[in-house]
T-cell receptor
Framework: DAGITQSPRHKVTETGTPVTLRCHQT?????MYWYRQDPGHGLRLIHY???????DKGEVSDGYSVSRSKTEDFLLTLESATSSQTSVYFC????????????FGNGTRLTVT | GNSVTQMEGPVTLSEEAFLTINCTYT??????LFWYVQYPGEGLQLLLK?????DKGSNKGFEATYRKETTSFHLEKGSVQVSDSAVYFC??????????????FGSGTQLTVLP
């Protein structure tokens, strides 16, 4: 299995509070991604990174920011959490752009009350 | 834009039955196509992939053929097992900024196999 660790695995927070989710990889892969999974929507891309300090927006980026200061870490921040951001968040990594598959972490379940 | 439409679930089969999960896509250019599987409490795992028209991806008895003329990538297995119970996601892959692989997923199909 690809070495991906997401933390925390579960979090409950209140509306309006800031939240940061962490994704740590030990594979030295260039590409990292954050997805959210919601019933009926599959997985939707929030943000991704193609190198240290190189990030771009995905399909559902509003309300989220990311940072990547080291190859191994990709942080997802909800500046002011809302109930619509209750979801399961998955980090994924990939070694190369071409046909390299994405490898997923085990997810973080976030509940915003 | 790109999109993936998957057969709605849930799907319930008896052990040793034949499985088909339909997947069609809309995309510009020539995307790669993937099937991922998710077991309870886990992340997604790549099941198989195909990178060009008429390619057949296969793994663990599952197969899917990239059909450009019908824009489809249906997943099949000849004889399912209880251990195949999971959620299956069809996805198409394109290249974005910095040559990053970007996946667009279908909504997933829950498969339950009964003994």
């Amino acid at each position: 299995d690809a070495g991906i660790t997401q933390s925390p695995r579960h979090k409950v927070t209140e509306t309006g509070t800031p939240v940061t989710l962490r994704c740590h990889q030990t594979e030295n892969h260039r590409y990292m991604y954050w997805y959210r999974q919601d019933p009926g929507h599959g997985l939707r891309l929030i943000h991704y990174s193609y190198g240290v300090k190189d990030t771009d927006k995905g399909e559902v980026s509003d309300g989220y920011s990311v940072s990547r200061s080291k190859t191994e870490d990709f942080l997802l921040t909800l500046e002011s959490a809302t109930s619509s951001q209750t979801s399961v968040y998955f980090c994924a990594i990939s070694g190369g752009g071409g046909n390299s598959p994405l490898h997923f972490g085990n997810g973080t379940r976030l509940t915003v009350t | 834009g790109n999109s993936v439409t998957q057969m709605e679930g849930p799907v319930t089969l008896s052990e040793e039955a034949f499985l088909t999960i339909n997947c069609t896509y809309t995309a510009t250019g020539y995307p790669s196509l993937f099937w991922y599987v998710q077991y309870p409490g886990e992340g997604l795992q790549l099941l198989l992939k195909a990178t060009k028209a008429d390619d057949k991806g296969s793994n663990k008895g599952f197969e899917a053929t990239y059909r450009k003329e019908t824009t489809s990538f249906h997943l099949e297995k000849g004889s399912v097992q209880v251990s195949d119970s999971a959620v299956y996601f069809c996805a198409l892959g394109t290249i974005s900024s910095g040559s990053a692989r970007q996946l667009t997923f279908g909504s997933g199909t829950q498969l339950t196999v009964l003994p």
